[in-house]
């Protein structure tokens, strides 16, 4: 049995909105007409009265929105000014945090340095009390020696032939 596939509009993205929005406005038609027919039953002085009060009702609305607006432009100036005092301090941190590492890598290189000079004076101490040969000794001594053992093993030689 084949089944039929239908295309389903997009009810709530396009459909409902429009659906609301026209029954908004049918329910305000109809209560405008509603109020219109109250105040006409009304006698004069009261339905000017209701009228004046409508009146100061749509103006203090009015104020209300002006207000609103007017605070929100504040806060939004607020907030405008708290971050650049944020953004400053933060400048300011890293840069004292940049002074911070450069005072910490100078006086950690003070400190090896120290260190480094007192090592080689202890060392140089102990190398003169022990009398260490250098490099240079030794070479001439191994030279030596290769030439004593050459003289001594011509005379050994010498001697088993005579």
Known sequence: MATKTTRRRPLLRVVLPKRIARAQAEAEKTLNRGVKATLDLLPSDTRKTVRELGAQLEEAASDLRTRGRKAVK????????????????????????????????????????????????????????????????VAQLGRRLTNLERKLGGRATRKRAA
Not at 74 to 87: D, G, W
Request: aromatic fraction near 2%; charge should be positive; avoid cysteine.
């Open 74 to 137: 504040a806060v939004e100036q607020r907030s405008s000014a708290l971050a650049a005092r944020v953004e400053r301090t933060v400048g300011q941190l890293d840069k004292r945090r940049a002074q911070a590492l450069k005072r910490a890598e100078r006086q950690s290189t003070q400190w090896l340095d120290t260190l480094q000079d007192g090592a080689q004076r202890v060392l140089r101490t102990l190398v003169e009390t022990l009398d260490v040969a250098s490099a240079r000794e």
